[in-house]
């Protein structure tokens, strides 16, 4: 799952590579890479080394061709950065739960039986066969103790980071000019990032938005980054369309790390409007980018976020959504307090943090 893309499991896996590195343990660490990632991989540390795996997440030849690389390598420990392992590893093993989305949020990419029946079985496999369970949040450790009734005490949980590229004022080498030039940014914008799928409630998002053009004096524009999934896109664009947002929504698509540093310093407000989260690293980085948060108050994101650090709203509900994003867009005393208050959360996550605990399971494990 390793990517230097910096999707979100992609980001964890290379920030769990590089921060074990720096812990400069005698520990060998063997990097199972599929073959675009290996080509590029250029190993971090000594104790480091890159193995081909040609084999699609998700994907048939992830339960065959995996499992045989497996087998070849004799682990004393194998780590699974996520719930797809082959189900007839049996190695020790230890996987890290990020969410259950998939277990409460299906979407429109689970609908077919074959499908729904593969998720869980491997998901459970996953589960049941791991000698330690990485949860990154608590609440992600309750959705597995409810929904597997795994037992408490083979969970741990571990919180992800936030890199020191998101901070404020940092030169990231990208101009404000040059993200209007680029994107079409004309003034005070709201963010969002993340993919489009259905828990992420970005139609939500957009209704608010129109209920703020139509209502108040706001002026300001939407970004939001991500690549247009072509399965949720047309009703993301429908709804844009219809709602006559079409010169106040800019779609940024996939940007590169500076350019999403920039955007995040650059923004009036962050918002995340999501029905679920296993963890939420977004609010996190515009925290760390001196950037107040409007969140939704549901799953792990006020655990993550702090309770008092962000404005929070139900994301069922369109008019407070509306409200608490006017708020921090147009109380600026607010704004200061919630800039203040998510600079100081922010320092409770590292990634060398994460990596020394993650070592910590490792070596509990192998015993």
């Known amino acids: 799952m390793y990517s230097s893309g910096f999707t979100g ?19 060998e660490f063997v990097c199972f890479l599929n073959s675009a990632e290996f080509e590029k991989f250029k190993k971090p540390a000594d104790n480091f080394r890159a193995v081909s795996v040609n084999a699609r997440h998700y994907s048939f030849a992830e339960q065959t061709n995996f499992l045989s690389i497996l087998h070849q390598e004799k682990l004393d420990l194998m780590h699974f950065t996520h719930f797809n392992a082959p189900i007839f590893y049996r190695g020790r093993s230890v996987v890290t739960i990020h969410d259950l989305t998939l277990s409460k949020f299906p979407g429109k990419k689970m609908t077919k039986p074959i499908h729904r029946m593969a998720y869980n079985l491997v998901l459970r496999r996953s589960v049941a066969h791991a000698r330690k369970i990485i949860a990154v ?20 949980v571990i919180a992800n980071g936030v890199g020191s590229e998101f901070r404020p004022a940092i030169p990231t080498g990208i101009s404000r000019r040059q993200l209007i030039q680029k994107f079409g940014i004309y003034g005070g914008y709201l963010l969002y990032t993340g993919v489009w799928r259905n828990h992420k409630n970005l139609l939500g998002l957009l209704t608010s938005v129109a209920k703020l053009h139509q209502e108040r004096d706001f002026k300001g524009q939407l970004v939001i980054t991500g690549r247009a999934d072509p399965v949720y896109a047309p009703q993301i664009f429908t709804a844009i369309k219809k709602l006559k947002l079409t010169d106040v929504v800019v779609f940024p698509g996939l940007v590169s790390d500076p350019e999403l540093v920039s955007l995040y310093q650059s923004a009036r407000a962050f918002v995340f409007p999501s029905f679920y989260e296993g963890f939420g690293l977004p609010p996190l980085e515009a925290m760390a980018c001196g950037v107040p948060v409007a969140a939704s108050n549901t799953s792990s994101i006020p655990e993550v976020c702090g309770k008092d650090n962000a404005a929070f709203f139900d994301p069922e509900n369109t008019d407070e959504m509306a409200e608490q994003i006017w708020r921090v867009w147009n109380d600026e005393k607010l704004r200061a307090t919630l800039r203040e208050r998510g600079l100081r ?3 409770d996550f590292s990634w060398v943090k994460m990596a020394r605990e993650v070592l910590e399971v490792y070596h509990q494990a192998k015993e």
């Open 9 to 27: 499991i992609g980001r964890y896996v290379f920030e769990l590579i590089r921060n074990l590195a720096l812990l400069k343990t005698e520990d």
């Open 345 to 347: 959360r922010v320092e």
């Open 137 to 156: 949040s608590e609440h992600t450790k309750q959705d597995l103790h409810e929904i597997f009734k795994t037992p408490f005490g083979k969970i741990q």
